[in-house]
């Protein structure tokens, strides 16, 4: 089936622009994910929703950024007046949400370059 | 708090050796476990995890991890490595009672020479 999808799998954009980034989960997946992975490291939680609970937001690293997601499905990751430190992969993961066991499920991420 | 430590940046191992790569973790409760793999150019996949029961975990590609909560580690091995096991592994835990989302290890590269 259909995995994790997101777009645009590139992002070229200028110092101080918004850009906004998109992720589809898999269908039935009540749990998203977002995740930054700078060049060499490894992945840093943002941003959690689960159904129609709070999202926890508690990774999410200056109010430049944010996220929503509507019901079960797309989720839109926004950073505002973007910085040079913001260039990353940006990753979009889900999972069944119903076990807390369960696998999370990555998408091949949005490389944004802020120049 | 929860962290995770890969020790090695890289690890470089013969076909058809055994390979190790290591992994140890901090949570204040119990942990899941995770293994994820990143192909050149392809998203993190995975390969198994760890929840409770047996410490042996058996995973996809012929991989394996083993429990080992007195030294809190989680090694991820193979018993014979093939040269497209070359890639970019991740460590990941959550504390059980804790939030869902997962730290990740820093990631140790995998080099399997013919």
């Known amino acids: 089936g259909a995995g994790v999808s997101q777009s645009p799998s590139n992002k070229v954009t200028e110092k101080g622009k918004d850009v906004e980034l998109r992720c589809d989960p898999i269908?039935?997946?009540?749990?998203l994910y977002w995740y930054r992975q700078r060049l060499g490291q490894g992945l840093e939680f943002l941003i959690y929703f689960q159904g129609n609970s709070a999202p926890d937001k508690s990774g999410l690293p200056s109010d430049r950024f944010s996220a929503e997601r509507t019901g079960e499905s797309v989720s839109t990751l926004t950073i505002q007046r973007t910085q040079q430190e913001d260039s990353a992969v940006y990753l979009c993961?889900?999972?069944?949400?119903?076990?807390?066991?369960?696998?999370?499920?990555f998408g091949p991420g949005t490389r944004l370059t802020v120049t | 708090a929860q962290s995770v430590a890969q020790p090695e940046d890289q690890v470089n191992v013969a076909e058809g050796n055994p390979l190790t790569v290591k992994c140890t973790y901090s949570v204040s409760g119990n942990p899941y476990l995770f293994w994820y793999v990143q192909y050149p150019n392809r998203g993190l996949q995975f390969l198994l995890k760890?929840?409770?029961?047996?410490?042996l975990v058996k995973g996809s590609y012929g991989f394996e991890a083993e429990f080992n909560k007195s030294q809190t580690s989680f090694h991820l091995k193979k018993p014979s490595a093939l040269v497209s096991d070359s890639a970019l592994y991740f460590c990941?835990?959550?504390?059980?009672?804790?939030?869902?989302?997962?730290?990740f290890g820093s990631g140790t590269r995998l080099q399997v020479q013919p």
């Open positions: 760890y929840i409770t029961g047996d410490n």
């Open positions: 993961a889900s999972s069944l949400g119903g076990t807390d066991s369960s696998e999370q499920y």
């Open positions: 990941a835990v959550r504390d059980i009672t804790g939030r869902r989302a997962l730290t």
């Open positions: 269908s039935g997946h009540t749990a």
